[in-house]
């Protein structure tokens, strides 16, 4: 997968910087799913977030020590918590989209959306698809 930086401001993306892919020749009617996120909603969620650390169920949840993404033992120290679908994307701050993730694994993901992740996890592999 090819990747284009973004920078704030342009277009409809919210006002963080990130990277998105490019599309390639067949993908072109395919429109990546990216919402417009204001930064007020951005804030609130964040706030969310620190909350959802502080309760027991998260607390457990790192007990655990176990990476959602790549499934390695970590400890939980080094776990970090990722949002399924991306705050950036639309996502809320709730147990349902909160998940632990290793650094690289959550520093790797960014906003990726779950079929986005997929398919750039078989692209690393080496993995073709069959359709």
Known sequence: MEWEEREAGMGPFPAPCFLLPTKRPMEREQQSFIISVSPEQLQK?????????????WKRQLAKG???????????????????????????STRGNSVPACRECNSRKKYLLPIEWDQYVKEQLGIRNSE
């Open 66 to 92: 176990v990476c959602y993404y790549c499934h390695k033992k970590v400890a939980p120290a080094e776990l970090t918590m990722d949002h399924i679908v991306a705050l950036i994307r639309g996502g809320k």
């Open 45 to 57: 969620e964040r706030e969310k977030a620190g909350d959802l650390r502080r309760t027991q169920w």
